[in-house]
């Protein structure tokens, strides 16, 4: 796991030697830049299974939104089926 800080988040990447839309990582989650402490915790501790803990913005791969996007009315949501 590694991070690589973006203009407004950071991304918690699991990497791959394949590669596809996000780049050359299998899958990445973005964190606020006010979460970094929770972003570098996430990139030491987790063992890369499901979804990271932590207030996640948006996945990668797939643009689902986590437990800390702030979301707007009228947002997609994967998650509500």
Same mark, same amino acid.
């Given at each position: 796991?590694?991070?690589?800080?973006?203009? #407004?988040? !950071?991304? !918690?990447? !699991?990497? &791959?030697? &394949? +590669? $596809?839309? &996000?780049?050359? #990582?299998? /899958?990445?989650?973005?964190?606020?830049? +006010?979460? =970094? *402490?929770?972003? @570098?915790? !996430? *990139? =030491?501790?987790?063992?890369?299974?499901? %979804?990271?803990?932590?207030?996640?913005?948006? $996945? @990668?791969?797939?643009?689902?939104?986590?437990?800390?996007? $702030?979301?707007?009315?009228?947002? %997609? /949501?994967? %998650? *509500?089926?």
């Amino acid at each position: 796991m590694h991070l690589i800080p973006l203009m #407004f988040t !950071v991304r !918690v990447c !699991v990497a &791959s030697a &394949s +590669e $596809n839309r &996000s780049g050359c #990582f299998a /899958d990445g989650w973005c964190y606020a830049k +006010e979460r =970094l *402490a929770d972003a @570098v915790h !996430v *990139a =030491l501790f987790w063992d890369g299974k499901g %979804d990271p803990p932590g207030p996640w913005i948006r $996945n @990668v791969l797939t643009g689902r939104y986590g437990p800390g996007a $702030n979301r707007r009315p009228g947002d %997609d /949501d994967e %998650d *509500a089926a």
